[in-house]
């Protein structure tokens, strides 16, 4: 498991992130699927928040940011 490099503030702004990107998949998800919205991109934007919403709460798990291991300092 990677180093920890975020404070408790920052695992939890990665997990309510994960979990509201996840939520959103999930609408957009719906919508698509009764043909309620229908757009070009619709299930890649699915699949992008699902994949980014899982990614952000294993940071939030590890304690690890992908951003700050890069060297970019972040607010949280």
Do not use: H, Q
Not at 38 to 48: D, L, S
Request: glycine share 16%; proline share 4%; aromatic share 10%.
């Amino acid at each position: 498991m990677p180093e920890c490099n975020i404070d408790a503030r920052g695992k939890v702004a990665r997990f309510v992130g994960g979990v509201g990107s996840l939520a959103a998949a999930l609408l957009i998800a719906g919508l698509l699927a009764t043909e309620t919205l229908t757009f070009g991109p619709g299930w890649f934007a699915v699949a992008g928040l699902t994949l980014g919403g899982a990614f952000a709460i294993y940071e939030a798990r590890a304690g690890w940011c992908v951003v700050r291991a890069m060297g970019i300092r972040t607010p949280l």
